[in-house]
């Protein structure tokens, strides 16, 4: 480990002959100038802030409702996003239901939109998404599809994803519109590209990435991942800029070497060792922040050892940390976790937010020291 130191239209951008340079060409992006088009993130249930925060930050963005907006750029930018589960693009008909769909015209309309989100995504099946998917209409629509792009229809494993849902934007008193939404990438954007490793109980990319933009994100911390498992947390916060140290531990030797496999397809250097979290043997101070998924007692660890671990690890970090360092957890464990943090005087909590989760619903805390 290293050395601690010490203490108007939504669809097209707005033209105008201001602004223009002496050449004549206008100034700003061109791509502001390309006819957008509308999409729309999906995202954990709890995390819809952080995504929010997100999409703001994305250049040319725009006529943002929520999690829906207009883009004229290129897709690929939106594929960078890492707090949505997955990008979809939509387009809206008005059809009182699915059925109209079929329409000569409407069905034409459908398999271009459909095409061009194939032709920049590389999808290679599809699948539909769909209150009554098994019904002759989606059969029907499924089948038409499949002949007209030459895509296979598989209903389980299908890499382009089609939803089809009423129209939130044309609900008038006829109740009529159909939004079809496509998934602009083959897989989700949850299922990070350098996972290669995957061990019982790994957490989301998506919340390890909220939790570190909640946490804190800041260059000179020496930053601690106690438990580190596949090394989710470690990854995350390597791909989102400069710290000044990053170090995992974890007692199972299979964790470790899986976090170094993931960390080599991620193209990151950060030091992992086979080490008991509570027993590191590094001096006090060491680290800025502390943040790590507890064990939740079910995939990893027993209710009965966590009444254990758990206070034990809040005193450990406490000397771990600097004067004014900061610890990021994650539990599920919530009654156990709140009873010992009341139980103890070193931290200070907050939550962070909740979150839904493969069935799950677990918390992320955000503590400080007192004093």
Same mark, same amino acid.
């Given at each position: 480990?290293? $050395? ?33 088009? +509308?999409? +729309? ?6 995390? +819809? ?18 999690? $829906? ?103 008038? &008193? ?8 496509? $998934? ?6 949850? &299922?990070? &590209?350098? $996972? ?25 911390? /020496? ?41 080599? &397809? ?72 709140? /009873?010992?943090? /009341?139980?103890?005087?070193?931290? +200070? ?23």
């Amino acid at each position: 480990m290293p $050395r601690p130191r010490s203490n108007s239209n939504p669809a097209y951008a707005h033209r105008s002959s201001a602004g223009k340079s002496s050449k004549g060409r206008p100034k700003g992006d061109y791509r502001a100038r390309q006819p957008a088009r +509308e999409y +729309e993130l999906d995202v954990l249930p709890g995390l +819809e802030e952080v995504a929010a925060t997100e999409l703001a930050g994305v250049p040319l963005a725009r006529d943002i409702r929520g999690l $829906r907006f207009w883009y004229p750029g290129s897709p690929e930018r939106l594929t960078r996003l890492r707090s949505a589960v997955a990008v979809y693009r939509i387009k809206s008909w008005d059809v009182p239901r699915p059925r109209g769909l079929l329409g000569h015209q409407q069905l034409g309309e459908l398999v271009s939109y459909v095409r061009e989100v194939t032709e920049v995504g590389g999808h290679r099946s599809f699948r539909i998404g769909a209150a009554g998917k098994e019904s002759p209409t989606m059969q029907r629509l499924a089948e038409e599809l499949s002949a007209a792009l030459g895509l296979p229809h598989d209903p389980e494993e299908g890499e382009l994803l089609l939803r089809l849902r009423p129209s939130a934007d044309r609900q008038g &008193a006829d109740g009529q519109g159909w939004d079809v939404l496509a $998934r602009i990438t083959p897989r989700p954007l949850s &299922a990070r &590209a350098w $996972r290669e490793c995957n061990m019982g109980g790994g957490l989301n990319a998506t919340i390890a990435y909220a939790m570190h933009k909640l946490a804190g994100q800041r260059d000179e911390d /020496r930053i601690f991942n106690p438990m580190s498992g596949s090394g989710t947390l470690l990854i995350e916060r390597a791909l989102l800029g400069p710290y000044d140290a990053l170090v995992g531990v974890d007692i199972d030797p299979d964790a470790v070497a899986c976090a170094h496999t993931n960390l080599a &397809a991620a193209g990151k250097q950060v030091e992992v060792a086979q080490v008991d979290a509570l027993h590191t043997g590094l001096p006090s101070r060491s680290f800025d922040l502390v943040i790590s998924d507890l064990p939740w007692g079910d995939a990893i660890g027993s209710h009965q050892s966590n009444e254990t671990l758990y206070p034990a690890f809040l005193k450990e970090m406490h000397r771990l940390t600097s004067r004014r360092g900061r610890l990021c957890l994650l539990t599920h464990e919530l009654r156990l976790f709140e /009873r010992v943090v /009341r139980e103890q005087s070193d931290w +200070e909590a907050k939550e962070l937010f909740q979150v839904s989760s493969g069935g799950h619903h677990p918390k992320a805390y955000l503590l400080h020291k007192r004093g």
